[in-house]
């Protein structure tokens, strides 16, 4: 199993700004993956991010609202750019799902609200 | 493609009653298969997950389900539900011959176990 932490654990930001957030995982892993969980829904798949290339990105997410970066191998960050209310979510680090270990870890999520 | 349906937006059960959550799954190839909880404010924890083998498969906290392919099904189960088992619970699935690491979550099912 892996240990993740995100920072913040929430935020309140104002529409049209930025929030860059964190994901540190206790372990070195090759592939890190970014979810969005809206309010009363599942799990979307933004990006996948995998050490010393860029991220590929799901349908419907894009580099420039969602720029991620991958630094070393127990680190990642997702910024949410120029954000609106509809930004609104629940964001989620994951590793796992490789190798061995076919099930995720998760992070305890970053709770974003856009006013 | 792949895709997982969880039928039940919500189930209720009183305590110390069997608990059934309900999961069915479509892949083009033979499926991985995964449960997840998620306790309020956290992050998703890994339950069980169904590979290959014994169709029955037990996980953390009591929790069972029972792999079915003439149903593709994959329903989660435990004998004597507690309060502290309330809780969102998430079904996904994976094609492994797909060779792709991303799973499909269900929408997900709340659980509450009534005193």
């Known amino acids: 199993s892996a240990v993740i932490s995100q920072k913040p654990s929430r935020d309140i930001c104002q529409r049209g700004t930025s929030l860059t957030i964190q994901c540190q995982v206790d372990?070195?892993?090759?592939?890190m993956f970014w979810y969005r969980q809206q309010p009363g829904q599942s799990l979307t798949l933004i990006a996948t991010?995998?050490?010393?290339?860029?991220?590929?990105?799901e349908s419907g997410f894009v580099i420039d609202k969602f720029p991620i970066s991958r630094p070393n191998l127990t680190f990642s960050t997702l910024t949410v750019s120029n954000m609106s209310p509809e930004d609104s979510s629940i964001y989620l680090c994951?590793?796992?799902?490789?190798?061995?270990?076919?099930?995720?870890?998760f992070g305890p999520g970053t709770r974003l609200t856009v006013t | 493609a792949q895709s997982v349906a969880q039928p039940e937006d919500q189930v209720n059960v009183a305590e110390g009653n069997p608990l059934t959550v309900k999961c069915t799954y479509s892949v083009s190839g033979n499926p991985y298969l995964f449960w997840y909880v998620q306790y309020p404010n956290r992050g998703l924890q890994f339950l069980l997950k169904?590979?290959?083998?014994?169709?029955l498969v037990k996980g953390s906290y009591g929790f069972e389900a029972e792999f079915n392919k003439s149903q593709t099904s994959f329903h989660l189960k435990k004998p004597s539900a507690l309060v502290s088992d309330s809780a969102l619970y998430f079904c996904a699935v994976r094609d492994n011959t797909r060779g792709s690491y991303i799973p499909t979550f269900g929408r997900g099912t709340s659980l509450i176990v009534h005193p």
């Open positions: 994951s590793v796992g799902g490789t190798g061995q270990s076919y099930e995720q870890y």
């Open positions: 991010a995998n050490q010393g290339s860029e991220a590929t990105y």
């Open positions: 169904y590979i290959t083998g014994d169709n």
């Open positions: 372990s070195q892993v090759t592939m």
